[in-house]
């Protein structure tokens, strides 16, 4: 096998390894936070409601207020909630 070729696989086979490594570490992350998740429960908190606030502290205001509008928008729509209007 020539130098090149020799390179080539070592260089593979070190991207495979620390993907394998970086995939671990993400499996214990992810286990660590499912034990969260069990502690918060276990005391009482509602975990769908902490994984939405999860969700919308990764937003950024604006993203997470056009969300809101488009989602009043659809409830209303739906009749699910009151119009504006009606409201007042």
Do not use: C
């Amino acid at each position: 096998m020539s130098d090149a070729q020799g390179f080539a696989r070592d260089q593979l086979r070190a991207f495979i390894e620390r993907i394998e490594r970086l995939e671990e570490e993400k499996k214990t992350i992810a286990d660590d936070i499912k034990d969260v998740y069990g502690e918060a429960k276990s005391m009482g908190f509602d975990t769908k409601i902490l994984r939405k606030v999860i969700s919308i502290r990764k937003q950024d205001a604006d993203e997470r207020l056009e969300q809101e509008a488009i989602l009043d928008t659809y409830l209303q729509a739906l009749g699910m909630v009151p119009a504006a209007e009606e409201a007042a």
